[in-house]
């Protein structure tokens, strides 16, 4: 089995930051992909960011873009998401994913749900504005 789990989060005012933090443990592979995805109030849960195995490729929603970062570890199994200059429509509970079975396929489906096997248990970020 594979655990994740997600710290950070909480309350920001507009233009703030915040950063999540995510590891992954267990039985996972050498090489995986981790993302992030977020579930605004009365949406679809929506990508936000992933990272590859290595950690020198990234991809972001252009709702972002400029703003968050994605960062790994040196031993691979903690991502982190950095958030600049929050505004309010990024108030939303943030899951960490980590994919175990999709190998390089993960970069044809790492924007999906379908690309991760295993999920953190969600972190509120509210942004005031």
């Known amino acids: 089995q594979v655990q994740v789990v997600q710290s950070g989060g909480g309350l920001a005012e507009a233009g703030g930051s915040l950063r999540l933090s995510c590891a992954a443990s267990?039985?996972?592979?050498?090489?995986?992909?981790m993302g992030w995805f977020r579930r605004a109030p009365g949406k679809e849960r929506d990508f936000v960011a992933a990272?590859?195995?290595?950690?020198?490729?990234?991809f972001y929603a252009d709702s972002v873009k400029g703003r968050f970062s994605v960062s790994r570890d040196n031993a691979g199994s903690v991502i982190y998401l950095q958030m600049n200059s929050l505004k309010s429509e990024d108030t939303a509970v943030y899951y960490c994913?980590?994919?175990?079975?999709?190998?390089?396929?993960?970069?044809?489906?790492?924007?999906?749900?379908?690309?991760?096997?295993?999920w953190g248990q969600g972190t509120q970020v509210t942004v005031s504005s």
């Open positions: 990272i590859n195995w290595r950690g020198d490729r990234t």
């Open positions: 267990g039985r996972i592979l050498s090489s995986y992909g």
């Open positions: 994913a980590v994919d175990r079975t999709h190998g390089t396929n993960w970069y044809n489906l790492y924007q999906d749900q379908m690309g991760y096997d295993y």
